[in-house]
């Protein structure tokens, strides 16, 4: 994603329908939870107030629009779904994300989808939970992302089972560099929001200036 993006490393199983029934999420969540081949954390921070960071995280499908606008790489396809949005990575990872989780000091995703991609000597389908957990003091906001990750079968979990080394560095990899590119557009939000609104026209535009 920037940080809900880099959250996409997941389909097969791309056109199985999101459960929308909370029990079933919650479900699904504590599964991944426990059974998860790949287990990724790291801390973050970024220089802005707290509400900005939040609505950050719940406009994915606008920050990944400005991602593009500022010609940031990889070029993502970004499209929205019924619930969650679909994201398309020219380098080989597809997959759906949706917020299953929204608190005070944390936003929570579940993805899935599939990677083949270079670094990645196999092709994988599978989900994950990535998780925010984050508190500001009113400048800046502090907090971890983890990503937890299995195949979405016997067959696709051995297979991550034998590269998460890779997955995890592809992981560290996307989520670092991501978030770097996503804190130029977060600075701008901050200090020149006029400057983005000069580079959006309708419905972009109308979300951006709703949004911030």
């Not at 940031?72 to 994201?87: I, N, R, T």
């Not at 995703?109 to 990535?130: K, L, N, Q, T």
């Not at 500001?136 to 998460?164: C, I």
């Not at 901050?190 to 979300?207: A, C, F, H, M, S």
Request: proline content about 4%; aromatic content about 10%; glycine content about 8%.
């Amino acid at each position: 994603m920037k940080f809900s993006i880099c959250l996409l490393s997941l389909v097969s199983i791309l056109f199985i329908p999101v459960p929308s029934a909370g029990a079933d999420r919650d479900l699904l969540t504590k599964q991944v939870l426990e059974q998860a081949t790949v287990k990724y954390r790291t801390d973050f921070a970024v220089e802005a107030p707290l509400e900005i960071w939040d609505k950050v995280l719940a406009h994915p499908l606008l920050m990944a629009r400005l991602w593009n606008v500022y010609n940031f790489q990889p070029a993502y396809e970004v499209k929205d779904q019924k619930e969650g949005v679909l994201v398309i990575d020219p380098s080989g990872i597809k997959g759906k994300l949706a917020m299953t989780e929204s608190r005070p000091d944390g936003r929570s995703f579940y993805g899935w989808g599939s990677v083949d991609h270079w670094a990645i000597p196999s092709f994988i389908s599978a989900e994950g939970i990535f998780r925010f957990r984050y508190t500001g003091d009113g400048r800046r906001v502090r907090g971890t992302f983890e990503a937890f990750m299995k195949g979405d079968n016997k067959a696709t979990d051995f297979l991550m089972k034998l590269v998460r080394g890779k997955v995890k560095n592809l992981l560290h990899r996307r989520f670092t560099n991501n978030l770097n590119d996503m804190k130029k557009i977060i600075a701008d939000i901050v200090q020149n929001p006029d400057q983005i609104r000069g580079r959006l026209t309708g419905g972009d535009l109308k979300e951006f200036n709703n949004a911030f």
